[in-house]
């Protein structure tokens, strides 16, 4: 094999391994594994994601701490693209006026709607089933 052709082969398995390395440390990223954890289901409105629209659902940090990646996500909620701008922009809100609830509004959440919170028993009882 020629002197060239030894380079391309060795430059082509550079850009392989690099392409390797870049998907290992996407999918090791918060998002990756935040989606693998969670169910595609924005946190606050229930809207589902999948396919192309997954892009719109983002990873939510609950105490703001964008470097607070706990491996067990408990740090993080998934929310649609516009629940999560408006978590944001209640933050901002909030932080504004002192941190404390804003002039005129409930210092409630404003839903208290779980999607996901009986995925649990759902689950359990669906393999019960299914062992019997």
Known sequence: MSNNKKNGVGQLDNV????????????????????????HICGRCGRESSG????????????????????????WELLCIYCHDNEHQRFE?????GGGPIAG??????SDHKPCADLAALLKSKQEVSEK
């Open 16 to 39: 392989f391994a690099q392409a390797r390395e870049a998907r290992s440390r996407r999918e090791t990223s918060y998002r990756e594994r935040a989606l693998k954890l969670f169910p």
């Open 93 to 97: 809100e909030e932080s504004a006026h």
């Open 105 to 110: 509004e409930d210092s409630s959440p404003s």
């Open 52 to 75: 192309k629209k997954l892009k719109e659902l983002t990873v939510h940090h609950r105490n703001h701490n964008h470097d607070d990646n706990p491996p067990d996500g408990s740090n």
